[in-house]
């Protein structure tokens, strides 16, 4: 089966902070996406990415940035949370030609004071 | 501006009857369209897809039916199970520069089945 996982399922940070959201997959996946999901808003793309060290802006990608220094892993970064950005945080991960079939992790629920 | 649009947040069917989810796009470049169902405090998991050059495509209880030019697409659940009981979320799939993928989803229906 396909693992993606997230390093954390909560966590409480402060206003400010920098903050990192780490995600592995096993499957050798190229893609990688970070997506958020807010009540009412539905899942809105912040990042991807097709290779190593590639990265492409989603919808909403003010505020954030992201690793990918490994094929395995893909990191998100709040370089200076804010409270806007508490929200559940999902990391996925696709074959290059997945079309759409990504597998998702367990999210992370990200909260900021 | 929402690409993907699901204009229920919610649907209440009885079980054994037929659930009918409904989902609407306006960009013509989507070339693949997806439904994921999500458990709360899970993530989304793979449901069933359609390519565009297909009106439908059919998995067990679950069919999804395409309307290019209505840009249109709905996913049929029959019969309803209690277990189906999730949100459920349309996405559709647009080539990026890059020869990769990028995938948009709508906001998502919360559909309860009732035993």
């Known amino acids: 089966d396909v693992k993606v996982t997230q390093s954390s399922r909560y966590l409480v940070k402060r206003t400010g902070e920098k903050v990192f959201l780490e995600c592995v997959q096993d499957?050798?996946?190229?893609?990688m996406f970070w997506y958020r999901q807010d009540p009412g808003l539905g899942l809105r793309l912040i990042y991807f990415s097709y290779d190593v060290k590639m990265k492409e802006k989603g919808d909403i990608p003010e505020g954030y940035s992201v690793s990918r220094e490994k094929k395995e892993r893909f990191s998100l970064i709040l370089e200076s949370a804010s409270t806007n950005q508490t929200s559940m945080y999902l990391c996925a991960s696709s074959l290059w030609q997945g079309r759409g079939t990504a597998f998702f992790g367990q999210g992370t629920r990200l909260t900021v004071v | 501006d929402q690409q993907v649009k699901q204009n229920s947040p919610s649907l209440s069917v009885q079980e054994g009857r037929i659930s009918i989810l409904n989902c609407d796009y306006t960009n013509s470049m989507f070339d693949y369209f997806l439904w994921y169902k999500k458990y709360p405090a899970e993530g989304p998991t793979f449901l069933i897809s359609i390519s565009s050059i297909k009106d439908k495509n059919e998995d067990g209880r679950f069919t999804v039916f395409l309307n290019k030019s209505a840009k249109h697409l709905s996913l049929h659940i029959v019969p309803s199970q209690p277990g189906d009981s999730a949100v459920y979320f349309c996405?559709?799939?647009?080539?990026?520069?890059?020869?990769?993928?990028?995938?948009?989803f709508g906001k998502g229906t919360k559909l309860s089945v009732i035993p």
């Open positions: 996405a559709a799939t647009t080539i990026t520069g890059a020869g990769s993928y990028q995938l948009t």
């Open positions: 499957m050798d996946h190229e893609n």
